[in-house]
């Protein structure tokens, strides 16, 4: 059956959260072996899903570290060979498979330059997780579905596990014991995900929006809507958005626009009334409260990417199931990109 | 007439260029009252257009500090009030107008931090120039159009010339010389951008694509298309577009590769013959050489994108003005953005 695989790897989800969860303390030691005493800054090396995952990592990073966090452009090493100073930093590399070569090798550039080097990845005995300082391993298992979900998941909560062994976050540690039960809930109810993916069968294109810690899953949906149903689907922050993009917005163009509350709630409301009311805009929202696609309330605003990326796989799931497509696998694709 | 403002501005790029470049020793200057003496990283904060001119940035500026270059995500200021510790860092705003409230934010709060504080921008006398240490002044003119062309290309010299300031630079000085010939080469030669301008007249989307330098073209050719002709269009690194977005690609589906001589080159011509023979696309190359799109031959790679990035506002506003729009006045935008 076509999305099989993937609906399966869904559905793993809690339990893969719920472990990684219960793994606090050991993830809270390899953080404090590889933390460099004076930290001077945070640096994340990624590609893909992983990179929408360090996006997310960013912000929980900064927020505990209270350093500048960047983002590294792989191509600086691989392509032309920069030599960074880079005494003091954290590097962490995000990658499902520890497999891609680029990700490895600017690892090891970014040590060589002086940083302490962490990887986030699904296999510790990959050459990416022999060649860092500490491993956090995800064990969410094996992927086999090529669209990334169940180890897009395990990343958040791996990053945001790694942000609270840093320094103070903004949630309470009791907090993670409802997100597993939450994306159940997800998991238990894909009628208003399959509305969504109704409304998507004959789209030409799309853009998702998303705001703060919500940035991440508007980034990460448009690229499984990408991979799974063919869309071209583009994924905003919202101020970004009116930074020109909204050009393309005309009437009945679709947007999927990630509403959760907190502090980036207030923007994406003001966001979605304008795009319907002023550019006619079709605007399926997804959140908590009173939207299209419900996400059940109760996480932290920190944590609610979690729960939202499910919402996000099932849409994207659904999408390629009514266009005939099999979301498992996307033709021309595989599971570990060789890029260099 | 539609698209006679921006055919205007994008006239005086090479005058603009020769002026800024002429004003290096006043920008190396401000450079040297502003760098750290012991500089931790560099960290860069820009919206839109701007924050595509920052990407470059960060290339040449990583490669002449030797130091990480982070790009600042506004929100954990504005929304979140994150308090970040950057003693050590130089903080670079780029902004068109200077007066976007949530980058002069952003800037006051890293200044706060410990960070030295830069600005680049059309208008010292606007509030992100007075808050900032120092300022480089584009002195471009006034830019009438929506879409920014003067104001970018200027942006992208800037910063290169900054990044002469901090330190070794992969060209030489006297490569300047030729960018302004370069330049009005492509204004001469409307041509080959008409007819890919034709190519876009009935398209749903398009991606683009480039690689190292030349990505941060490939994000502002996609924006400017998306402003001025209302096409879906997504601009993606080479290696990031075999991460799972290259699905989207089917059969006739219109690309706009920008293959460069230099460093990105062989893994671009890989991705242009790939995306042709086993995905069908409809490629359109921009580059030195045997391409669809020419620019003249002569700039280092580095100094490159300052060429290829009138050829893609040339193939923006034509394509803008085959589907019959005005690329001057995008409905819906505003020359600045409020964003907070």
Same mark, same amino acid.
């Given at each position: 059956m076509h999305g099989a695989l993937m609906a399966e790897e869904m559905a793993q989800q809690p339990d893969v959260i719920a472990n990684l969860v219960?793994?606090?303390?050991?993830?809270?030691?390899?953080?404090?072996?590889? #933390?460099?005493?004076?930290?001077?800054?945070?640096? #994340?090396?990624?590609?893909?899903?992983s990179d929408h995952a360090a996006i997310y990592g960013?912000?929980?990073?900064?927020?505990?570290?209270?350093? &500048?966090?960047?983002?590294?452009?792989?191509?600086?090493?691989?392509l032309?060979? =920069?030599?960074?100073?880079?005494?003091?930093?954290?590097?962490?590399?995000?990658s499902?498979?520890?497999?891609? /070569? !680029?990700?490895?090798? =600017?690892?090891?550039?970014?040590?060589?330059?002086g940083a302490r080097t962490m990887a986030v990845t699904n296999d510790a005995a990959s050459p990416l997780g022999e060649a860092a300082d500490e491993v956090v391993e995800l064990r969410a298992g094996i992927e086999n579905a090529v669209p990334a979900t169940k180890t897009f998941t395990a990343q958040l909560a791996a990053l945001a596990l790694i942000a609270e062994a840093v320094g103070d976050v903004p949630w309470q540690p009791n907090a993670w014991s409802s997100v597993p039960k939450l994306m159940q809930g997800v998991l238990d109810d894909p009628a208003p995900a399959r509305a969504a993916g109704d409304v998507l069968q004959e789209a030409h294109g799309l853009?998702?929006?998303?705001?703060?810690?919500?940035?991440?899953?508007?980034? !990460?949906?448009? #690229?499984?809507?990408?991979?799974?149903?063919?869309?071209?689907?583009?994924?905003?922050?919202?101020?970004?958005?009116?930074?020109? *993009?909204?050009?393309? &917005?005309?009437?009945a163009f679709p947007v999927l626009a990630f509403t959760v509350s907190g502090r980036a709630a207030a923007d994406m409301v003001d966001l979605v009334?304008? #795009?319907?009311?002023?550019?006619?805009?079709?605007? &399926?929202?997804?959140?908590?409260?009173?939207?299209?696609? /419900?996400? /059940?309330?109760?996480?932290?605003?920190?944590?609610? *990417?979690?729960?939202?990326? =499910?919402?996000?796989q099932q849409i994207a799931r659904e999408a390629a199931l009514r266009r005939d497509l099999d979301p498992d696998f996307p033709e021309g694709l595989t599971k570990v990109t060789p890029t260099t």
């Open positions: 219960e793994r606090r303390d050991e993830i809270s030691e390899r953080v404090d072996r590889v #933390l460099p005493p004076d930290i001077a800054g945070i640096v #994340l090396v990624a590609r893909g899903s960013r912000y929980v990073l900064q927020m505990a570290a209270r350093r &500048i966090v960047a983002l590294e452009a792989p191509s600086l090493h691989t032309y060979g =920069v030599r960074s100073r880079c005494d003091g930093f954290l590097a962490i590399a995000v499902q498979s520890g497999r891609t /070569p !680029e990700i490895g090798t =600017v690892l090891q550039r970014l040590q060589q330059g853009i998702t929006v998303g705001r703060g810690f919500m940035f991440s899953v508007a980034l !990460e949906a448009a #690229l499984k809507l990408k991979e799974t149903s063919h869309l071209l689907a583009e994924g905003y922050s919202s101020a970004d958005l009116r930074h020109g *993009p909204v050009a393309v &917005i005309e009437r009334e304008w #795009l319907r009311a002023r550019r006619g805009a079709y605007v &399926i929202t997804i959140g908590e409260g009173d939207v299209d696609v /419900p996400i /059940p309330a109760g996480a932290p605003e920190p944590l609610a *990417p979690l729960v939202a990326s =499910v919402r996000a």
